[in-house]
């Protein structure tokens, strides 16, 4: 059974930048999923005629859920941001790299057929650079980079270096 964390040490969290980065990550993917009208459109013609039955309703919304892997993905890059504040870094990296690369392949889907019916990716990639989804994608990117093994040892030699040079400025005034 593992320890219970206090609040003292749960505020003294190593990684707020990984941390910070993979929740904004999670709500620009969120918010770009919400501002999607698929979504209202799906709600209305597969959940709502079976909303009496319990049963097919939940297979119809982990089947819905499954359609839509950005906000599959999402739920993934929250668990791994909740492992950084843990200071669990394999395991969180592990769930956002598995959440923004399911969105990623969500997108590349989307792609392929935007390159199928249009004969070119424009008109998928020039919606997706303005949007929530896109910016989501570049944070959740960014969080899995930073808490890679070099990232943190480049982390942990800046830290060193701040401190020094803040020690020698402090006794250069005094």
Avoid at 14 to 22: E, I, M, N
Avoid at 39 to 52: H, K, Q, S
Avoid at 55 to 81: E, I, Q
Wanted: aromatic share 12%.
């Amino acid at each position: 059974m593992s320890r219970t964390v206090s609040w003292w040490r749960m505020r003294k969290i190593k990684h707020r930048d990984a941390v910070a980065l993979s929740t904004l990550s999670a709500s620009l993917l969120l918010a770009g999923e919400f501002a999607n009208p698929v979504l209202v459109d799906i709600y209305d013609r597969f959940l709502a005629p079976v909303a009496n039955d319990p049963t097919l309703l939940v297979l119809r919304s982990v089947l819905a859920v499954f359609a839509f892997t950005t906000s599959f993905g999402v739920v993934l890059v929250l668990f791994g941001g909740w492992f950084f504040l843990q200071g669990r870094i394999p395991r969180g990296r592990m769930l956002i790299g598995l959440g923004v690369g399911l969105t990623s392949l969500s997108l590349f889907s989307r792609l392929a057929y935007a390159v199928l019916v249009y004969n070119t990716p424009l008109p998928f990639l020039l919606p997706l650079a303005t949007t929530f989804t896109g910016l989501g994608i570049l944070c959740g990117v960014m969080a899995h980079t930073l808490m890679g093994q070099y990232a943190l040892l480049l982390k942990k030699h800046a830290r060193a270096m701040w401190r020094r040079w803040r020690r020698t400025r402090r006794a250069s005034r005094g």
